[in-house]
């Protein structure tokens, strides 16, 4: 069974939460939430409403990262300075911790910040093709529904799109 993509153009988000508010009671045979995405140039926080709350997985990568950073710039700098055991220290301890703190700390930060920037261009999928659906409009001032289904339900999905006057829609095959 072959999967079909169709994004429907809308003047508001209004007409556009609307038509993704009748699709998901609509209950058409595999569409769910997860299957649909608004596209929209500004921000709306009442997307959530409508579409529920999506997973965010780039806190993980900033976690893991900080760790890795902290980590890995603690062991080294520990591991250069217990190579010195042939010079004496006059009693002071070979691996002080107080100094090495600074670093690890810089280092914690660094891993942070540098595997946030990955987790966001892994998350975003950059980089990626413009897919045949993209519409200048939507960068512009247009809102747009994607909706990826079967292709027995994308009539019934688009005459849905007609009814709440979309402005254009658009439709790809993908195998």
Same mark, same amino acid.
């Given at each position: 069974?072959?999967?079909?993509?169709?994004?429907?153009?809308?003047? $508001?988000?209004?007409?556009?939460?609307?038509?993704?508010?009748?699709?998901? $009671?609509?209950?058409?045979?595999?569409?769910?939430? $997860? $299957?649909?995405?608004?596209?929209?140039?500004?921000?709306?926080?009442?997307?959530?409403?409508?579409?529920?709350?999506?997973?965010?997985?780039?806190?993980?990568?900033?976690?893991?990262?900080?760790?890795?950073?902290?980590?890995?710039?603690?062991?080294?700098?520990?591991?250069?300075?217990?190579?010195?055991?042939?010079?004496?220290?006059?009693?002071?301890?070979?691996?002080?911790?107080?100094?090495?703190?600074?670093?690890?700390?810089?280092?914690?930060?660094?891993?942070?910040?540098?595997?946030?920037?990955?987790?966001?261009?892994?998350?975003?999928?950059?980089?990626?093709?413009?897919?045949?659906?993209?519409?200048?409009?939507?960068?512009?001032?247009?809102?747009?529904?994607?909706?990826?289904?079967?292709?027995?339900?994308?009539?019934?999905?688009?005459?849905?799109?007609?009814?709440?006057?979309?402005?254009?829609?658009?439709?790809?095959?993908?195998?």
């Amino acid at each position: 069974m072959s999967k079909h993509r169709i994004m429907a153009l809308f003047n $508001d988000f209004d007409a556009a939460s609307l038509a993704i508010t009748e699709l998901l $009671d609509a209950n058409f045979k595999g569409v769910s939430r $997860d $299957d649909i995405t608004l596209k929209s140039p500004i921000e709306h926080p009442e997307v959530e409403r409508v579409l529920g709350d999506r997973p965010v997985h780039v806190q993980r990568f900033t976690f893991f990262g900080a760790l890795l950073g902290g980590t890995t710039a603690f062991t080294l700098i520990s591991a250069a300075q217990a190579t010195f055991l042939v010079q004496s220290k006059g009693g002071k301890p070979i691996v002080p911790i107080p100094p090495n703190l600074v670093l690890t700390y810089e280092m914690f930060i660094l891993g942070a910040v540098l595997c946030t920037v990955l987790g966001f261009l892994i998350c975003a999928g950059l980089p990626a093709r413009r897919s045949s659906l993209y519409h200048v409009k939507v960068s512009e001032d247009q809102i747009g529904v994607l909706v990826e289904a079967d292709e027995r339900v994308m009539p019934s999905i688009k005459d849905l799109f007609k009814q709440h006057n979309a402005l254009e829609i658009k439709e790809e095959i993908r195998k």
